[in-house]
Each structure stands twice: as C-alpha cells, then as structure tokens.
T-cell receptor
C-alpha cells in the first residue's frame, strides 16, 4: 500500500498567487481530512469529508480557502489568493470509518511558503 | 465536548532514561484513546491505542493504560533512545462524529545521546 500521497511536497509561491494542494487517500478509506500545522498554532483541522461529502469546514480560516473531493481517490485544497500567513505544512489524512473514529493515516505533508 | 490535555514540552532526556508524558482527557462515555507520534519531517502516525477502560496499548516499547478513575492515558517507556526524539500527541474521537479525532497540543521529546 502506497499510503496517503500528497503533492507537491514543497511549494514556494508569491503572495497573491493561487495554490493547489493535492491528496490521494488510501484506497478503501471513506474519510479524508485536511490539517494545517505551524509552530504558532500547532495542528489544526481545516475540513473533513465522509464519503466525498464535506462534513465540517469550520476550521477553514476564510473564504480564500476551498476544498473539494470529486471522487473517493482525490481531493484538493486551494488557496486563492495566497498570503504569507498561509505558510505552513499542510497534511492530508484518511481513515476508514464504520461508525467509530479510528486510526487516521497521514500523508507526508506539503510545506507551503508564501513570500 | 471531548478534549485532551497533555503536558507541555519540550521534554529533554538522556538516552536510556525513563519517559512519562502525561495526558488527561474529558469525554462523554468511554471513547477510544490514542497516542500519535510525529517524527521530524513526517506526518503523524498512530503509536498505540486503547479502546476501553483498563486497556493497555503498547508498541515499540511504549505503553499507555486507559484509566477511567483518573481520566488519564499517560505514555511511558522504560528506556528511551535517540530515535524516539519526536512530537507525541494524545488524541480521542470527537463526540457525535464517526471519524473526527481531537488531538492534543503535542509534546516535543528530545533524547540526548
């Protein structure tokens, strides 16, 4: 099993540019999570999906952030326009839920730097 | 709602020392409890879990016992190694969610050779 795949691994962009982060969850998993991690704020849940449907996006910082999951094997997190304070490591995680929250499998993360 | 509180770091120990990282929880009922570990440059990964009261989770020499009397799930290891240097997160399920997990703030552990 390849695990959760994220791309790109590193992204450097300039303020105002659009950034798209990609995630391929583990096959067979039905829940997908996007997290952001910074030294100042720690690990934050941005949004999560169950069966491709967004369940809770209360952690999305503002309208500049959007996430989609068009099918069970792909999700994107988009920031438009990006700002320097968006610099962080963004993690995607997936899990199989049969009614009880269980182990989440994390990807390696995308390190985003906005100049 | 459910929450976890874990000891603040950083924690610095010498190799072969005994490790305890404290975690207490607040929860409705008796949910599963987890410890995740994040090695430098990587995502979090499950270290161990316990699914009911008095259960002991163990992995890689680490142990944690689910104690409902003290609402605690402290992480212990008898003899730490340099390779154990990482950030450790205590976690539990969010109430009313079939998949969401609430993570603690993390405890950074550094082991000196």
């Amino acid at each position: 099993d390849a695990g959760v795949i994220q791309s790109p691994r590193h992204e450097v962009t300039e303020m105002g540019q659009e950034v798209t982060l990609r995630c391929k969850p583990i096959s067979g998993h039905n829940s997908l999570f996007w997290y952001r991690q910074t030294m100042m704020r720690g690990l934050e849940l941005l949004i999560y999906f169950n069966n491709n449907v967004p369940i809770d996006d209360s952690g999305m910082p503002e309208d500049r952030f959007s996430a989609k999951m068009p099918n069970a094997s792909f999700s994107t997190l988009k920031i438009q326009p990006s700002e320097p304070r968006d610099s962080a490591v963004y993690f995607c995680a997936s899990s199989f839920s049969s009614g009880r929250a269980d182990e989440q499998f994390f990807g390696p993360g995308t390190r985003l730097t906005v100049l | 709602g459910n929450s976890v509180t874990q000891m603040e770091g950083p924690v610095t120990l010498s190799e072969e020392a005994f490790l305890t990282i404290n975690c207490t929880y607040t929860a409705t009922g008796y949910p599963s409890l987890f410890w995740y570990v994040q090695y430098p440059g990587e995502g979090l990964q499950l270290l161990l879990k316990a699914t009911k009261a008095d259960d002991k989770g163990s992995n890689k020499g680490f142990e944690a016992t689910y104690r409902k009397e003290t609402t605690s799930f402290h992480l212990e290891k008898g003899s730490v190694q340099v390779s154990d240097s990482a950030v450790y997160f205590c976690a539990l399920p969010a109430p009313g969610s079939a998949s969401k997990i609430i993570f603690g703030s993390g405890t950074r552990l550094s082991i000196r050779p």
